[in-house]
């Protein structure tokens, strides 16, 4: 199902950027395999090259990298769980439609940009 654009229906986009965070996901997972195999095999000593990125600033890149994509991915399955409801698109707090252009920019928004800026403001 497309838009009339040809661009891909929100479901569409939604699905196609988990499978890319899957993917990304299990690359960040085989470098922190990697670099724990690395620190097993006890040969590691970057922490004396001065000129090399030490194994800890690798793990903790790939670990971000990891914990960044978990966060995504499950706000991506949020979304297509509101899909699935028929809720998608709706604002969870005021309950008005969140509006194109925002769920454009950011697909996953649970919330209208009033809802949101209001949000933020309590922070």
Request: hydrophobic fraction near 35%.
């Amino acid at each position: 199902m497309t838009g009339t654009s040809g661009d891909p229906s929100p479901v569409e986009a939604l699905e196609a950027r988990r499978t890319q965070l899957l993917r990304d996901a299990g690359v960040a997972d085989a470098r922190l395999a990697d670099i724990r195999s690395t620190r097993a095999s006890g040969s590691d000593d970057d922490e004396h090259d001065p000129e090399g990125e030490t194994l800890s600033a690798q793990w903790s890149q790939a670990e971000g990298l990891r914990v960044g994509l978990a966060q995504e991915l499950a706000e991506l399955d949020r979304a297509l769980e509101r899909v699935a409801a028929g809720t998608y698109g709706i604002c969870a707090r005021c309950g008005r439609p969140i509006g194109d252009e925002r769920l454009a920019a950011r697909p996953t928004a649970e919330l209208c940009i009033a809802c949101a800026r209001a949000a933020e403001a309590r922070r």
